[in-house]
């Protein structure tokens, strides 16, 4: 057998590969490989690290001599070679990354507002809040049953569903996941999905022009209305009274009300009439997930963003983990960001890295006096452009100079991001900065980021990787 050229045989073979295994777990475990030749019938393919072996052995063996047999039915055997000097940019190894680009992902919705019904917005529902996809554990098993006896009957006997608890424990989740599950059954459903701020500030505006009676018509058209917080309608008399009697007449019609906040009804700063109401159906609690449950999470999300973790590195991060799930979350972002920004393979390490980058800025974050907002610490504008340029591996000159390189664009559009959104800067002082662009300029850039983030989820990682790490995520 002769290979004309052993680097075109192999991308095809990659080609075929991918299919059957994720992206993720190709760019891996094919990265810096290569054939290294060929002899009576067997094929020498070379791996860049002894680790690599076994997991090929395992993994990828039986399956690349099956599609190198169908362009070349003479081999009979794949020999494998550690060759560590592949690592080095060596000629004969592909470039994966370049060869095999990263899909557009999950499309975000490109708006946040949904018309559910003449005349009625709501937030648009989340599809990756399902009730399919809460992992349950004890603590929230009592809250997914309700959700799921609520989304198969709603208006049932769970009659206000009522979930609370601490921040990050899946309440939104389940919320939104009822909803979702609703429509599913009843896709004529109108399902209003609004949080306590955006209620109040319908009440407001409604008041405002005095159409407070056309608010509540529409509002009557509601199947299911599922409110968000509603810790936050504390001090908020007339927006209470009008939720009342939304409430009520909801109610009455057998209507499905699903509420959450971040502590029991009695406990809320609300009209006792409100409270009373919140006890008449059914209260459900989440709490901190045990160390199992933790561990199933990550399991989960990890699958969900098609990232491949050692298992021992998932255990270390649920053992380290304990406070609530977005915090795992992000833990898992970062790790995601790293690997596809330097196709690093999380290790134990390099999560400890970031969980300790991460505990720095909690540790700040409790430091801080506030209970319900702490202060988060604000970086200045240039410690925004450095960590950008650390993370997009660009010059800090490169970034503020007046190149237009292609490769600067993002990482240039996201520090204008990041300063306008958390340092409150003004387009002006923006544009002073990166070489006195003017302030269209500026707008325009903020326009192109803004824009893409709303449909480009990877974006939205590596952006929210950086906010995270600058603490003011
Ligand atoms: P809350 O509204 O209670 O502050 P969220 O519902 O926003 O919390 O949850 C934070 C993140 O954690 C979300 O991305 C959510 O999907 C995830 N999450 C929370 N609990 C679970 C769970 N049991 N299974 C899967 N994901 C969860
Ligand atoms: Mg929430």
Redesign the pocket.
Known sequence: MTIQSPKDFWLQTLQKIEPSVQRAMLITWFKDTAILGSEEGKLIVGLPLPMFLDWHLEHYADLTLKIVQEFDPSITQIVYKVDISLQNGDPRVLDLLTLFPAKKQRKLPGKQEVRVAEGLTGKILNP??SLD?????SS?RLA?AASLAVASQPGGKYNPLF?Y????????????GVGNEILKGNPHAVVLYTTSEDFTNQVVEAIRVQKMDKVRQRYRMVDALVI??VQFLANKERTQEEFFHTFNTLYEERKQIII?A?RPPQELDLEDRLISRFERGMIAD?SA?DYE?RL??LV??AKEYELFIDLPVLQFIAEHTTR???E??GILMQAIAQYELEQRMPTIRSISEIMGKLNKDQYLKEESAGFEKPQKRRPTFQEVIEAVSRYYSVSVQDMIGPKRKHEILLPRQIAMHIGKKYLNLTFVSIGEIFSGRDHTTVMNALDKIEERMQVDYQLLREVHAIETELGVA
């Open positions: 990756r809040y996809s809460f992992v349950v554990g929230t997914h979930i608890g601490g921040v990050g424990l899946g309440k939104t989740h389940l919320l939104q968000d917080d959450s971040d989440v997930p449950t199933a999470i989960e999300k609530n799930i977005r795992l979350e």
